[in-house]
């Protein structure tokens, strides 16, 4: 592992992982209709918070509840870090109302992380859809600041509609560099869209990337990581270099309660992203 | 160095593993043909004698909408198929095509290629199915798209 990576990982240890620690919220940016990212720091604005890419947190909004939301932020900056979430129920709709100088309980991070390290030398294909987009935020950034370790990288990311595309001036940004190939496509254009028109996973086909020294990774809605994974497949990709980022009912995020088990696994504790090959028997499975 | 159209045919996945006599058949019906943005390809109810492969750029596969105007169901890029209107009578477009880009194509002579098909049941076989393989791909994501899957959960 990177050395960045391990002590980010050794910046929490120690901590006991029920109990939140209270955080000031920065700012609060409304990314589209229903979505939005709140920037946090400790309360002194001393200290910091590392994480991962691709791992979470659990925010607790006082009073309101608690839910695991991915960290969407820089992972090198580790003065503040952010979360962009959906407004899907009471919690989050509660968050959406918050604003700059309130407080929110956070535990974590927890779970996996992006095969960030394991990528060096190879090319980057992203593929990703909706609020998908936000958990890999952090390993686009990561990529970007270490862009000379990577051959090709490629994000392919799907939305509802031009309106629901999320970070797009950061897109832009990205995209203007060159060194980046990031290709938006929608599943309904509204009036004034000259991008792509359809799904996300039809575009993995015609993506330049060399499949034979690629490193795959995909996060959103399970019905578009199963088509991604048989693109991927159909054109060539081993199932050791797909790394998904899977969902479940996640509440304690330690591995204790058992709401997130996935067949043999906690979703919380042994991913959120897991590498495709030890979660190929039961993926799609109604039962599980 | 100019590529022939039978190298440009015989390089297109589509026709992958096709043998060189069918290859020559198929070339035989194509040419190339360029497009500049926001041109019209072919108009929703017009005569359907033609298929494209996009080489390069942009194309919207659109529907006019009263009310609405032209909507963009879905869009074509590089390395797709264009139109099959042309396999099945009454052969007339059932979408219009606008580039969005300017685009290159080769354009295939669907009545052209239809004779030679009829002609060559073992052609006709293979074409239909490499077509089927793009129909039920476009179908496959027409579904998802049904889906909304990026809508909030119900």
């Known amino acids: 592992m990177a050395p960045q990576l391990e002590n980010s990982i050794a910046a929490r240890t120690g901590a006991d992982p029920m109990v939140p620690e209270i955080y000031c919220i920065q700012r609060l940016r409304h990314e ?13 604005g001393n200290g910091g918070f590392s994480f991962l890419p691709g791992q979470f947190n659990m925010i607790y909004v006082f009073g309101v509840g608690e839910v695991p939301i991915s960290i969407s932020s ?24 918050l604003k700059k100088g309130d407080f929110l309980g956070v535990r974590g991070p927890y779970g996996t992380h992006w095969p960030v390290e394991q990528a060096e030398g190879r090319d980057v294909i992203i593929v990703t859809g909706g609020i998908g987009l936000a958990p890999l935020r952090p390993a686009l950034y990561y990529l970007m600041a270490h862009r000379e ?9 799907g939305a509802r509609t031009p309106e629901d595309i999320l970070y797009r001036r950061e897109l832009e940004r990205w995209r203007s560099k060159f060194d980046l190939e990031i290709q938006v496509t929608v599943d309904r254009g509204t009036r004034g869209w000259r991008g792509n028109v359809g799904v996300v996973t039809t575009m993995i086909g ?13 996060c959103g809605p ?8 048989m693109e991927f497949q159909r054109r060539g990709l081993s199932t050791q270099d797909i790394f998904l980022s899977m969902e479940r009912n996640m509440k304690c995020a330690i591995g204790f309660c058992g709401h997130c088990q996935y067949g043999p696994a906690f979703i919380c504790k042994d991913g959120p992203v897991f590498r495709f090959n030890r979660i190929e028997p039961i993926f799609g499975k109604a039962e599980i | 160095m100019i590529q022939t159209l ?18 020559k058949l198929v070339a035989g019906c194509a040419k190339n043909v360029r497009f500049d943005e926001g041109q019209i390809i072919f108009r929703e109810g017009d005569a359907a004698d033609q298929f494209y492969f996009i080489r390069e750029g ?31 009578p009454p052969y007339r477009w059932r979408f219009g095509a606008r ?15 239809r004779t030679k098909c009829d002609e060559d049941h073992d052609l006709g076989y293979e074409l239909l199915k490499r077509f089927t393989f793009v129909v039920t791909e476009r179908l496959e994501a027409t579904r998802l798209q049904l889906l909304d899957l990026y809508g909030a959960p119900a």
């Open chain 1, 32 to 44: 589209t209709d229903d979505t939005f990212t709140i920037e946090l720091a400790t309360v002194n």
């Open chain 1, 74 to 97: 820089d992972p090198q900056n580790v003065k503040t870090f952010e979360h962009t979430t959906r407004i899907v129920g009471a919690v989050t709709r509660s968050m959406g109302h």
């Open chain 1, 149 to 157: 370790k990577y051959h090709k990288i490629v994000l392919l990311y």
């Open chain 1, 206 to 218: 015609r993506s330049p990337f060399d499949s034979t020294n690629a490193v795959a990774m995909a």
């Open chain 1, 222 to 229: 399970e019905v578009m990581m199963r088509f991604a994974v």
């Open chain 2, 6 to 23: 039978e190298g440009i045919v015989s390089e297109h996945p589509f026709f992958k593993g096709l043998e060189e006599q069918y290859i």
């Open chain 2, 58 to 88: 942009l194309v919207a596969v659109e529907l006019m909408i009263p009310h609405r105007g032209f909507t963009t169901l879905q869009t074509v890029g590089e390395g797709d198929v264009l139109g099959w209107s042309w396999l099945m």
């Open chain 2, 99 to 113: 580039t969005l880009q300017p685009t290159r194509a080769l354009a295939f002579d669907g009545k052209c290629l």
